[in-house]
């Protein structure tokens, strides 16, 4: 009996795969037509994207009726070429009535990053992790152009973290506020598991320095702690034990952000984020994050005007436009697209992350974004064809 079951694992490991490939082959085709724009693309793996790419392979979404999306083509922005070469095919080079033809053609619009490249990390000569002149990037005039003409179409729009920060003008960062009813406060942040600079060399030099300027040329800290950066390159560091109970920031998700996207009630999130302020009069909030804050991170917070509590996914899906935003790189998480030519491999997302782990975000994607945007996708196909 033993030996039968000895010899039933390799048929196991190999068979469960192969069937559940067939199955995705087997899974009809679905046109949706994505403009989707990323000016952070450094190089051919698309990591600014690469999560909803994933969701598209994963549930035959097609650009065409039979095409389907290509990670490193599909895209408006920045293009990586062989030896410091680029190409830019942003929305830049197209004229109004250009801009006006693709947001009739185009089901939706979803805006990854607009950060864009530096010098410093295009070209090999550059220290990674000190500033530089940009070489491509922010919102621009024709992003807002194109922005307007899918909300007057009542097309759905989703952007998320770096689509208005830095570098983007403050004149077009107002029109986008504008157009979407939601303020950005100027602040971004991001939890580091060590803030000993000696130790966690993932610390920007940057920061640092910014921080040392303004505070005698001190830097204390040596434990983990949540950063926060503002427009004017003020620091904000709460660090553990002495303005944060857990540095680790968690999204909560609200009772309908749990009903209608599949959210879970309570996420970590390790990475880059922004402070955002929505007109609650016009949006909804989904999911918030919220910090486990001491007395003194309250007075530190409080000191910058810094909100203890603020959005992670803002909403608004009216009969006058449909618009989503993201309060974090909720698009870049360490994922292959390899595993989207599964279906049903969610059921296996356990050996893909160990939650243990704070710094992992592979659980991020697997638990939260993979459910929610999903469901969007679903719900605009069915949108799409009682409305079109």
Do not use: C
């Not at 030996?3 to 679905?30: C, D, H, N, Q, S």
């Not at 095409?67 to 030896?83: Q, R, V």
């Amino acid at each position: 009996m033993a030996k039968k079951i000895f010899r039933l694992i390799p048929i196991l490991v190999l068979g469960i795969p192969f069937i559940m490939w067939v199955a995705w082959l087997a899974t009809p085709k679905k046109k949706l037509v994505i403009a989707l724009v990323d000016k952070t693309v450094l190089t051919s793996k698309g990591q600014e994207h690469i999560s909803l790419s994933w969701i598209l392979n994963h549930n035959r979404y097609t650009k065409t009726t039979d095409k389907p999306y290509n990670i490193n083509k599909d895209y408006f922005g920045f293009f990586p070429l062989k030896n410091e070469e680029f190409q830019l095919k942003g929305l830049e080079r197209f004229t109004h009535d250009q801009l006006k033809k693709l947001s009739v053609d185009a089901d939706m619009a979803y805006f990854t990053d607009t950060y864009g490249i530096y010098n410093n990390e295009w070209y090999k000569k550059g220290d990674i992790n000190a500033r530089s002149g940009m070489l491509y990037g922010g919102l621009s005039n024709e992003d807002i152009s194109f922005l307007k003409a899918m909300k007057n179409r009542h097309k759905l729009i989703i952007t998320e973290f770096n689509t208005i920060g830095s570098p983007t003008r403050s004149e077009n960062r107002k029109k986008f506020e504008e157009l979407f009813q939601l303020k950005w406060t100027g602040w971004t942040g991001r939890y580091f598991d060590n803030l000993d600079p000696t130790i966690n060399l993932e610390i920007p030099n940057w920061l640092i320095a910014n921080y040392k300027r303004s505070h005698n040329g001190a830097w204390p800290f040596t434990r983990a702690g949540l950063v926060f950066v503002n427009d004017s390159d003020q620091v904000v560091i709460l660090e553990e034990g002495q303005h944060v109970e857990n540095a680790l920031p968690f999204i909560y998700a609200t009772p309908e952000g749990q009903a209608n996207w599949h959210l879970p009630e309570k996420t970590k999130y390790p990475f880059w984020f922004d402070v955002m302020v929505p007109n609650l009069e016009v949006n909804s909030v989904d999911a918030s994050f919220q910090l486990s804050l001491l007395p003194e991170g309250k007075k530190e917070l409080a000191k910058y005007n810094i909100p203890e509590t603020f959005p992670a996914v803002t909403r608004h899906l009216g009969d006058d436009y449909r618009f989503f935003y993201f309060s974090g790189d909720f698009s870049d998480n360490p994922i292959t697209l390899n595993s989207s030519y599964f279906k049903g491999v969610g059921f296996f997302k356990g050996f893909f992350f160990d939650d243990r782990d704070p710094l992992e975000r592979s659980s991020f994607f697997w638990n939260f974004y993979k459910p929610m945007l999903t469901q969007i996708l679903e719900n605009e196909m069915e949108f799409a064809k009682n409305n079109y």
